[in-house]
């Protein structure tokens, strides 16, 4: 529990019952708060806002960003063109493009 709570500071005592939960390990809600105030560590810390650069750390393996682009081509057509950019690896994906006749001109 001690370690849980050392490695995530902004977790509260409710996460930290939460997650020893999931482990397996049964406890109180009023026990994880004792302990935890007993060890100097409080129960309910104070979260400190994310930033969006912290955000986007955290979430790039399951961030997708997606583009639609139009450009023509060197013989006139025009193309479009849906492209996405996996943030983890920041590799480009084009899905699909779609050709137009040719500009008049």
């Not at 397996?24 to 969006?52: C, F, H, M, N, Y």
């Not at 023509?72 to 590799?91: C, F, K, M, P, S």
């Amino acid at each position: 529990m001690l370690r849980l709570v050392r490695e995530n500071p902004g977790w509260g005592y409710r996460r930290v019952h939460g997650e020893l939960a999931t482990l397996g390990i049964k406890a109180a809600l009023s026990t994880v708060w004792e302990i935890l105030e007993q060890e100097g560590l409080d129960p309910a810390p104070q979260r400190a806002s994310t930033t969006w650069a912290d955000f986007l750390r955290s979430q790039a393996d399951a961030l997708l960003a997606c583009d639609f682009i139009e450009t023509v081509t060197l013989n006139g057509q025009r193309q479009y063109i849906l492209a996405v950019i996996e943030h983890a690896g920041r590799h480009i994906r084009v899905l699909g493009t779609t050709l137009t006749r040719p500009l008049a001109g």
